[in-house]
């Protein structure tokens, strides 16, 4: 079974920048897509970002093109997310999941896979 740990939020202040973690088990990881979602207080989850097996196709959400760039580290069965010129509304608890398909239009409505992790809290200050 697809399990996550996802590890590196904090606080931060507007403009800063954090890098996420995303640990995978429990599945071939090499052959997998996989996503990065957040939650913010109040609101539904939404997807960030997505990357494809190899790692060479990679697509964001509006909101964060530009400033987010995710990466993978497929020997080592992890997934990140370099954040930059974080943002207020940023705030957010953020999970990795398994996914089906990272084209467009992906985060309309995810596929997701597996269960959610715990996810890492990231808040930024303004």
């Known amino acids: 079974q697809a399990q996550f740990v996802e590890s590196g939020g904090g606080l931060v202040q507007a403009g800063g920048s954090l890098r996420l973690s995303c640990a995978a088990s429990?599945?071939?990881?090499?052959?997998?897509?996989i996503g990065w979602f957040r939650q913010a207080p109040g609101k539904e989850r939404e997807g960030v970002s997505c990357?494809?097996?190899?790692?060479?196709?990679?697509n964001y959400v509006d909101s964060v093109k530009g400033r987010f760039a995710v990466s993978r580290d497929n020997a080592g069965n992890t997934v990140y997310l370099q954040m930059n010129s974080l943002k207020p509304e940023d705030t957010a608890t953020y999970y990795c999941?398994?996914?089906?398909?990272?084209?467009?239009?992906?985060?309309?409505?995810?596929?997701?896979?597996?269960?959610w992790g715990k996810g890492t809290l990231v808040t930024v200050s303004s």
């Open positions: 429990g599945f071939r990881f090499d052959n997998s897509i």
């Open positions: 990357i494809a097996s190899t790692g060479v196709f990679t």
């Open positions: 999941a398994k996914i089906s398909l990272c084209g467009n239009g992906w985060a309309v409505t995810p596929l997701v896979m597996s269960a």
